[in-house]
C-alpha cells in the first residue's frame, strides 16, 4: 500500500509530462503439482499399483522413456524442432526466432531437452520409509506452444518422479493480442508499451488478466505434455500454484526531452522508490508493433534498442 500510495504521489507529480500509464502483470510462472507430498505418499501409490521394490528402478525409468517419446513424437508429427542441449542456451530466444522463421501463429513451436538439477526420489532398502527425497539431475523437457491468446508460452515438464510441471507466460504478450484484437493501435519493443492509443482502454484489458479460466487452461497443456495422468495416474490432476507473478507500472512520457530532464533530477536524489521504468513515444507512435524482443526490460540502465528508461530505487 505504501509502495501505491508514492506511485500515485508520482504520478500526480509529473501528470503534465506524461502521456499515459499502463499497469500489468509482466512475467508469470505456475507449477504444477502431482498428489506426491512425500516418499511415503509415492510409497503408497507403488504398492497400490503393485510394483515391487526389485521393479521399482524399471518402472520409474520406462515412465521417463515415455515422456520423452510422446515429446519426440509430437514434434515429429507436428513437423517441429526436437533438440537436445548439453549447455546453457538461450531457448526462449532461440523457440522465438524459430517461430518467426516458420511463421508459427498457433501450436507447437519447437521442443527442447536439457539436463538440470530436481526434487525426485531415492531408494533407502533399510528404512520402513523405503521411498525418500532426494536431489538429483533428470532429463527435463521444455515445450514452446503459440498460443492465440498468450503469445509465445513454454511449459517445462520434469521427466523423473514427481513429474513436475511449470509453465511460464507473458501478460505483456497476452495484452499486445488483446489490443491488436480490438483495434487498438500500439508501439511495442522488446517487453514494454512505447506508445499506446487508448490508455484507459488498454488498462480495462489489462485487468481482465486474473479473469482467464487458468485452470482449464493449465489442465489443458498439462494434458498435451503428459500422458501419464491418462492411464498410469488416473485420476490423479495436476494442482496449480503461481510461483511468481511480476507486475508493472509503466508511465510513458510525451517526449524525450521531459524524460531525460526527470531522469537528470532523479540522478541527484535517492528519496522514494520509482516506477520499475519510465518510457517515452518513440518515432513510430502511429504505427502498430509487430517485433518482438526479449521476455523481460532492460533493468538498470538504458536499453540500446528501446525508448525506454530502467530505474533503479531513486527518483525525483
Not at 150 to 179: C, D, M, S
Request: proline share 5%.
Amino acid at each position: 500500500m505504501e509502495f501505491h500510495a508514492r506511485m500515485e504521489h508520482f504520478l500526480a507529480k509529473h501528470a503534465d509530462k506524461i502521456q499515459g500509464t499502463l499497469s500489468c502483470f509482466d512475467r508469470i510462472l505456475f507449477r504444477g503439482y502431482l498428489p506426491f507430498f512425500s516418499g511415503a505418499a509415492f510409497a503408497a501409490f507403488l504398492d497400490r499399483r503393485g510394483i515391487r521394490r526389485p521393479e521399482l528402478k524399471s518402472f520409474l525409468l520406462r515412465q521417463a522413456a515415455r515422456l520423452k517419446e510422446h515429446a519426440r513424437s509430437m514434434a515429429q508429427r507436428e513437423g517441429r524442432p526436437f533438440q537436445y542441449f548439453g549447455g546453457r542456451v538461450r531457448k526462449e530466444d532461440l523457440a522465438r526466432q524459430i517461430a518467426e522463421r516458420d511463421r508459427i501463429e498457433r501450436g507447437l513451436v519447437c521442443v527442447f531437452s536439457t539436463l538440470e538439477p530436481c526434487r525426485t526420489y531415492s531408494i533407502r532398502w533399510n528404512h520402513a520409509s523405503y521411498i525418500q527425497p532426494a536431489r538429483r539431475k533428470c532429463l527435463f523437457l521444455y515445450y514452446y506452444f503459440m498460443d492465440p491468446d498468450l503469445g509465445l508460452i513454454h511449459v517445462k515438464l520434469q521427466t523423473w518422479f514427481p513429474l513436475q510441471l511449470q509453465l511460464y507466460v507473458n501478460g505483456h504478450e497476452w495484452l499486445a493480442r488483446k489490443l491488436t484484437r480490438h483495434g487498438i493501435r500500439y508501439t511495442k519493443l522488446d517487453n514494454a508499451f512505447l506508445w499506446i492509443e487508448d490508455f484507459p482502454r488498454a488498462q480495462t484489458f489489462a485487468d481482465r488478466l486474473v479473469t482467464v479460466g487458468w485452470v482449464d487452461l493449465l489442465q489443458g497443456y498439462a494434458r498435451r505434455v503428459n500422458p501419464l495422468p491418462g492411464d498410469l495416474l488416473d485420476p490423479m490432476q495436476y494442482y496449480w500454484v503461481t510461483a511468481q507473478a511480476e507486475y508493472s507500472t509503466d508511465p510513458v512520457f510525451k517526449s524525450r526531452a521531459q524524460l531525460r530532464a526527470w531522469s537528470r533530477a532523479c540522478s541527484s536524489t535517492a528519496r522514494a522508490p520509482s516506477p520499475r521504468r519510465m518510457c517515452w513515444p518513440s518515432s513510430a507512435a502511429s504505427s502498430t508493433a509487430s517485433s518482438r524482443g526479449r521476455s523481460s526490460p532492460t533493468s538498470g540502465r538504458r536499453s540500446s534498442k528501446a525508448a525506454c528508461w530502467g530505474i533503479g530505487s531513486n527518483t525525483a
